[in-house]
């Protein structure tokens, strides 16, 4: 069988070639359960309703849980010449039970019943993309929470700027997971709406019920313009943009591990089984991991781009171009669930170099702001302390020592307001003074680890 028995009106048969290009059946046939779903729910409706008899519907709705099971064992045969996901459904249907199965497309086109499938399937993957940003962000919070107290360089323009403790800059990733969390259950409210019963645009002429489709499917709401409906994939798009957010998030946190996993850097050590050998150079240890996600990144982009240019000029309602929806789609939801599963892995098997990361951050020029902050202490208003520390500054690099290496009648030459307990300033001390809410002093992250792990663990 193929669609040939739709094509009444015409007087040639479909190319060949025409045929394959046309089909979308090699990447939709990931929606059949999807499809049998919605064709179940349509099919009770209709005989609630009594728009076919009753035991037609139930002889329809076993015969679609066969089909499934079919399909589960790979025992389906997919035919090209049946084009996509519903034809080929839809065609077993009748092989099985007849002409009964010729009346499951009463009341219903493709055009609803393919925006249903793929409503259903982004419903699915936000509930399984929401899982897979908790699984980060619980690893990020275990790594925090074992080496709260450990003290790094924090940067600005990829200069050391001031000492943070490193749990507070994995916390930043946390935020940014958190609001992926937040920007995909958003998104999830515009996809939870039903659309079939819009038929091909403009509705259909039985007496149907939306509302227990919807019920019966899970859905919260049916959709309000059967044009709007069968031509909308914002949810799409906003399930791609979202994703592009989150792999960017990704992606910065896979530059950081690049670099910090340097010899150069040396903060952390990636464990062998997230990294890669060189085919040549014995020595080497590569972050492939990171480097993928940062690679992917790209990609993901791509798909946003690629359907948000396929929408723009497309005339109400449906268009044929919609079905290049799915396979920039599918693979979005691939990818970033593939880098989200990779990333807990990596993350959570992270061993973290505390001393190299401690001395980058009580060397050189960290404090200088803290000298500042020192200086307007005992009076002096803080531009004026600015100034004097950056003449501090450069006497101390002139001289190729770090500020903890001056001695006191040094500092005294800039300002007498100095006075030995200039001395005593530490790295420690330094992040330990920044006790605002938000600021990364010991109290203050660990009361931050307490909140997130909250959040992680709320539904
Ligand atoms: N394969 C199509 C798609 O993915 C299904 C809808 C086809 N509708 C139509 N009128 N040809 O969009």
Redesign the pocket.
Known sequence: MSTEHLRGRFQKDTDRVAARYIA?IPF?QRLYRQDIAGSIAHARMLGRQGIIPEGEAEAIISALAEIREEIDQGQFHFKVEL????MNIEARLIEKIGDVGGKLHTAR???D??ALDLRLFCKEAIGETVRGLKGLQAALLDVAEANIDVIMPGYTHLQRAQPVLLSHHLLAYFEMLQRDVLRFRDCLARTDVMPLGSG?LAGVPYPIDRDFVAQQLGFSRISQNSIDAVSDRDFVIEYQAAASMAMMHLSRLAEELVLWSTEEFGYVDINDSFASASSIMPQKKNPDVAELARGKTGRVYGHLLGLLSGMKGLPLS?N?D??E??EGLFDTVDTLHASLEAFTGMVRTLRVNARRAGQAAEGGYLLATDVADYLVRKGLPFRQAHSVVGRLVAYAAEKKRALSHLGLEEYRRFSDLFEADVLQMTAGASVAARSVPGGTAPDQVRAQVARARRAVNDE
């Open positions: 979308s939709d084009e996509d996901i519903h086109s493709r055009n019943q393919v091909a449906y044929r919609l079905q929806d799915k």
